[in-house]
């Protein structure tokens, strides 16, 4: 994220009306301009505005002082500091302010603006969508895990003038939240990978996964348009927005054909878009991805790119570290996709595991949020597995129900259980073979770059 080029010019005076806020300072400093905003005391520097948010371990109110320190033009705060002189916007929540402020600062750009959303793949589809806009555009997008209502603000207050389109992730587990998130964002495009099952605890149903994705339209500009995966049972219903829906169905107005996968270096196929074609190459494996590069050719076509920058920047793609990522090692081949995990897109990456040739090991681990239907939908990943991978290693509480489905599914399976990685960890060498591929996926708590980190120094 750029953070050496000063924002939008915003002065206090603003900021504070744009959160409802009271601003207390002396004489002319309300018209001091906001060159950048940080709900994080250690990264201000001169000119900066402070937001502190109270979150579970720390309250950022207690490092008010510190912010000051570090060159801090203001900050907000829910309780009026005492003998101070320094400028401060005194709130009822530091939390709302934050969005407030940011929904305000959104209202001040004009560029396309694309909120991505969807229950799997919403990262590899923003960055696939970053790599192939960056062909034509100056574009901002989402960094890192900066896809709720703490982190969205953080890049929306990233915009700056030289930016001709923003991609941002918008991720939410509960009910409202998709309306708190979008109201900020306002996307003129706005793009659903999946209604699958992450987030049942709190959502109930795929229905209800829907119902909170769709909150995202209330806020898509008056000329905009939502990118969906008419595949998808549950976005294809929606019809009461303008929408371009792509997948693998000839139905749909963006689709895939003539799929030819490359072994590890990636998939040949065609783009077929309002009945023209075009040959494209990802170097990633997968027909997820290939989902991913249908939305990203539909939107810079929405956008007037050229078609050979859109081929380019598929061509082009890189997936962030821990998405799918293959590691070539003297012994084995590791296929790294251990940042996060629910069932569709374990079962995704399991898909692509039976297309490779040669011995094949999964390392699968919990699924988190999963309420209810945990221990059937770990079930169903192990049935799943079965049928694509020869060995099974499964780490955590959860994953036995993984390995029970693969048992009473293929006898003939090789499987484990661990209750831990270092446990997983020390009988790696007895388990593996030379030149086995290993898939490493899993929710991001049970912290499995760990297992890759070992993976890297096995020797066989």
């Given amino acids: 994220m750029n953070t050496q080029t000063p924002m939008k010019p915003m002065t206090l005076q603003e900021a504070?009306?744009?959160?409802?806020?009271?601003?207390?300072?002396?004489?002319?400093?309300?018209?001091?301009?906001?060159?950048?905003?940080?709900?994080?005391?250690?990264?201000?520097?001169?000119?900066?505005?402070?937001?502190?948010?109270?979150?579970?371990?720390?309250?950022?109110?207690?490092?008010?002082?510190?912010?000051?320190?570090?060159?801090?033009?203001?900050?907000?705060?829910?309780?009026?500091?005492?003998?101070?002189?320094?400028?401060?916007?005194?709130?009822?929540?530091?939390?709302?302010?934050?969005?407030?402020?940011?929904?305000?600062?959104?209202?001040?750009?004009?560029?396309?603006?694309?909120?991505?959303?969807?229950?799997?793949?919403?990262?590899?589809?923003?960055?696939?969508?970053?790599?192939?806009?960056s062909e034509h555009f100056n574009v901002l997008k989402t960094e890192g895990n900066l896809n709720n209502e703490i982190g969205v603000p953080q890049t929306i207050f990233q915009l700056r003038d030289e930016h001709e389109a923003a991609v941002i992730e918008m991720g939410i587990s509960h009910f409202g939240e998709m309306t708190n998130i979008a109201k900020m964002v306002r996307p003129d495009i706005a793009v659903i990978t999946n209604i699958g099952c992450a987030h049942l605890e709190f959502l109930g149903s795929r229905d209800g996964i829907l119902k909170a994705k769709t909150e995202m339209f209330k806020f898509l500009s008056k000329d905009g348009i939502a990118i969906l995966n008419g595949d998808d049972d549950k976005l294809r219903t929606v019809n009461?927005?303008?929408?371009?829906?792509?997948?693998?169905?000839?139905?749909?107005?963006?689709?895939?054909s003539d799929i030819k996968p490359c072994g590890l270096d990636g998939t040949e196929f065609k783009i077929v878009h309002n009945k023209y074609s075009v040959n494209a190459f990802i170097p990633a494996l997968g027909k997820h991805m290939i989902l991913n590069a249908l939305a990203a050719y539909a939107i810079a076509r929405k956008l007037s790119m050229p078609e050979d920058k859109i081929i380019?920047?598929?061509?082009?793609?890189?997936?962030?570290?821990?998405?799918?990522?293959?590691?070539?090692?003297?012994?084995?081949?590791?296929?790294?996709?251990?940042?996060?995990?629910?069932?569709?897109?374990?079962?995704?990456?399991?898909?692509?595991?039976g297309t490779l040739s040669g011995r094949k090991a999964a390392i699968l681990a919990d699924m988190g949020e999963l309420g209810d239907t945990s221990s059937q939908m770990h079930t169903d990943v192990g049935i799943f597995a079965a049928q694509k991978v020869d060995v099974l290693i499964c780490i955590g509480k959860q994953s036995q129900f993984i390995m029970d489905g693969a048992k009473k599914t293929n006898s003939s399976i090789i499987c484990y259980h661990f209750d831990t990685n270092n446990q997983a960890i020390e009988k790696l060498n007895s388990i593996l073979n030379k030149h086995d591929t290993v898939l490493v996926k899993g929710s991001h708590a049970m912290k499995l770059e760990e297992i890759t980190e070992s993976l890297k120094k096995i020797e066989l």
Avoid: W
């Avoid at 060159?35 to 979150?55: H, T, V």
């Avoid at 912010?67 to 002189?85: K, P, R, V």
């Fill in 16 to 133: 504070a009306n744009s959160c409802g806020g009271r601003l207390i300072c002396s004489t002319h400093k309300e018209n001091s301009i906001i060159k950048n905003i940080s709900i994080d005391s250690r990264k201000i520097k001169g000119g900066f505005l402070y937001i502190p948010i109270k979150g579970e371990r720390f309250d950022g109110h207690d490092f008010i002082t510190s912010a000051f320190e570090n060159g801090a033009i203001c900050t907000l705060t829910e309780n009026q500091l005492d003998n101070s002189d320094k400028p401060q916007i005194v709130v009822k929540s530091t939390f709302q302010a934050l969005k407030d402020i940011a929904e305000y600062y959104r209202s001040l750009f004009s560029v396309p603006i694309i909120g991505i959303s969807g229950s799997s793949g919403k990262t590899s589809t923003k960055e696939l969508i970053y790599s192939v806009l």
């Fill in 240 to 256: 009461y927005v303008d929408a371009c829906f792509f997948g693998f169905d000839t139905k749909n107005d963006c689709y895939a």
């Fill in 312 to 353: 380019s920047g598929i061509r082009n793609f890189k997936n962030i570290d821990g998405r799918f990522n293959i590691i070539k090692t003297d012994h084995i081949t590791i296929i790294n996709d251990c940042y996060n995990a629910n069932p569709e897109s374990v079962k995704a990456s399991l898909e692509v595991m």
